[in-house]
């Protein structure tokens, strides 16, 4: 597997705010790399270098072997990446088919308009203004954006905030759907469910550092070696608790166990009525939550 | 420069205008708003003041002219000329109402003019000894003159806003930072965008004028071609500002401030609602540092005394001096975002 991109001691030092501090860190290709942490962890600025859309403190992007220091990317580079930001407005009066021939335009390679009307599955609104769209098609269309220069790496900042759970599920197609033609792939996100559907490799950032580098499972594994186990407190006498130290939460007792069986048998033993049983095992927001002490979600 | 982007991004902003109803409707029917308003509260003949106009050749009879016999009337303007030809071409279109030189004791008067013959009566007295000469002409309405000033008014709000404003909305809604993400070059971006608000403002201008001519019949001394030309020029010079203006804010409001700040003494200091001859030097001095003022007065001179575009190479000449010094600052001072 070859390497797409490689950052190296990348820092973003604003004034007296360093958003991103000295980070390495590489992409390989075809795969779907996602950087996560919570709001101000320093995703938006570490994607954005290697955008090129602003410039390092100190470091570098390393893009197939090529070097490039800042500024805005050169246009070899730029006719090769495709990006969709956090937040862009979209030029006002224009319908999504102008939008989709002006973004051609720049490009001396494009996929042909049918081809990513169809991949983003922009047919039903091609004539309407980019003032009416909904979230779900705006987003779409903002992809088919990125991939309109059929892009060799993708950059996709936060694609699904702000959308419902149907319009996510759908968006997340699209991704994958790409991802399947062996594209490159940097997404941001906070949502962990979205990073575990999409993501080949991730960085877990906080405070502008890396905390942690690997593939979801290989994480999780190094992480966790229990599930947690959950019952509706009334079932569970308060004598089996205090002994087994088991945690009261929201009505509910959580069970932290590595052996399944064992705490099953347990519990049958205790004559404990396991209706309403559920077992969880531990995710990204709880490798989060466990890395940094702060929920992924909810932090700053 | 790759032609193909250029026109990609000045055909979509021309859309993004011409689809938006209320901005096109409001340049098209704010001037002739303004033509119809002027010329109608400046219809009558209500002016009480005469103006005469005093030529002095040769520097030394300053003093001469302050003890001449006439300066002490009320009601009565003294504007002072060195060229004799300038003043009578001011009397040829009822400007001022009588030309005196007094070193050749000669004085002309306008008999197509009332207020000509009604000034001579005035002065009877003390014009004896003085040789008559008379010259026709036409009078120059209000709304002849006051066309120049309102036309680039409009084009001078046009440019400014239609672009500074459009940049930083651009840019503080993240279009800029889209684009920044393509191969399309600042150069490619702004030199449409340029392009576009060129023929915006040009094309809205000839409606306008075309329009208000239908109505009004406009006086036209000179050649429409000339008129065109500096038109362009001055309009090319004020986007060139614009895109100076707006090169670096990401605040809309700041921009407002700014384009506010920048337009206003434009609208006072330009000539566009009345004459700057006689303001002070200083005054004189401000107001040729504007680019409005060289579009308003080349297009009126080109109106009312059918000036070409070599008599009037000096507002010309300024026009493109600062079109060279704002698009050079702009295109330095450019960002695509707040960072540079």
Same mark, same amino acid.
């Given at each position: 597997m070859s390497v797409a991109i490689c950052v190296q001691e990348l820092t973003k030092q604003y004034k007296d705010v360093t958003a991103v501090d000295n980070i390495s860190f590489t992409v390989e290709q075809g795969h779907c790399f996602g950087l996560l !942490?919570?709001? !101000?962890?320093g995703k938006t600025t570490t994607i954005e270098i290697m955008e090129g859309i602003i410039s390092p403190t100190s470091g570098q992007v390393i893009y197939k072997g090529k070097e490039y220091e800042g500024k805005k990317v050169d246009e070899s580079l730029s006719q090769q990446i495709g990006i969709q930001f956090q937040h862009t407005a979209l030029q006002d009066y224009l319908t999504v088919k102008e939008t989709l021939s002006l973004f051609s335009s720049f490009y001396q390679h494009t996929l042909a308009q049918e081809q990513i009307i169809e991949l983003c599955d922009l047919s039903d609104f091609l004539n309407r203004d980019n003032r009416l769209l909904s979230g779900g098609q705006r987003q779409r269309l903002l992809l088919a954006l990125a991939l309109i220069n059929d892009p060799d790496i993708i950059f996709l900042d936060e694609p699904t905030t702000g959308l419902d759970p149907h319009a996510r599920r759908n968006f997340w197609q699209l991704i994958k759907n790409i991802k399947a033609q062996n594209k490159t792939i940097i997404l941001t996100t906070h949502y962990m469910d979205e990073a575990e559907q999409l993501c080949d490799d991730i960085v877990i950032m906080d405070q502008g550092k890396i905390i942690e580098a690997g593939t979801p499972l290989q994480l999780l594994n190094k992480h966790f070696s229990e599930v947690f186990i959950y019952l509706p407190a009334e079932q569970v006498p308060s004598i089996l608790v205090e002994q087994n130290k088991w945690k009261k939460l929201a009505g509910q007792i959580e069970i932290t166990t590595c052996d399944i069986e064992q705490t099953l048998t347990l519990l049958m033993n205790s004559k404990v009525s396991l209706a309403g049983l559920h077992v969880k095992s531990a995710n990204l927001d709880d490798l989060f939550l466990h890395l940094t002490g702060h929920s992924l979600r909810g932090a700053k | 420069m790759n032609i193909k982007r250029f026109f990609a991004v000045f055909k979509a902003r021309n859309i993004e205008f011409f689809r938006d109803k209320s901005s096109l409707g409001w340049s098209l029917f704010f001037p002739v708003l303004l033509l119809v308003g002027f010329s109608f509260i400046f219809s009558? @003949? %209500?002016? #009480?003041a005469y103006k005469i106009g005093w030529v002095e050749t040769t520097k030394g009879l300053q003093g001469e002219t302050l003890k001449n016999p006439f300066t002490g009337t009320r009601y009565i303007d003294f504007i002072h000329y060195t060229d004799i030809d300038v003043a009578k071409g001011k009397l040829s279109h009822h400007s001022i109402d009588l030309v005196i030189v007094n070193q050749s004791r000669r004085y002309w008067v306008n008999d197509e003019s009332a207020k000509s013959y009604l000034v001579e009566k005035i002065f009877s007295d003390k014009l004896e000894g003085y040789t008559r000469l008379q010259m026709s002409g036409a009078k120059i309405r209000y709304v002849d003159w006051v066309l120049p000033g309102v036309l680039g008014m409009n084009m001078m709000f046009s440019c400014l806003f239609g672009v500074g404003y459009v940049i930083v909305r651009y840019r503080k809604n993240a279009v800029l930072k889209r684009l920044k993400a393509t191969p399309l070059t600042a150069f490619e971006f702004v030199s449409a965008q340029l392009s576009s608000r060129l023929f915006i403002v040009m094309c809205t201008s000839i409606i306008v004028y075309s329009g208000c001519n239908l109505l009004f019949d406009f006086f036209m001394l000179g050649s429409y071609f000339d008129l065109f030309i500096i038109g362009m020029l001055g309009a090319f010079c004020l986007i060139s500002l614009g895109l100076l203006v707006a090169s670096r804010s990401k605040s809309e409001e700041l921009i407002g401030g700014l384009l506010n700040v920048t337009s206003w003494p434009m609208m006072m200091? #330009?000539?566009?609602?009345? #004459?700057? @001859? %006689?303001?002070p030097p200083a005054l004189k001095l401000i107001a040729d540092f504007l680019p409005l003022t060289h579009l308003v007065a080349g297009a009126r001179e080109v109106i009312t @005394? %059918?000036?070409t575009l070599g008599d009037i190479s000096y507002h010309v000449n300024c026009l493109l001096l600062m079109s060279s010094v704002f698009l050079s600052l702009g295109a330095y001072f450019f960002s695509w975002n707040a960072e540079r």
């Open positions: !942490g919570p709001n !101000g962890a | 009558g @003949e %209500g002016r #009480s200091l #330009s000539g566009v609602w009345f #004459s700057l @001859e %006689g303001a @005394e %059918g000036a």
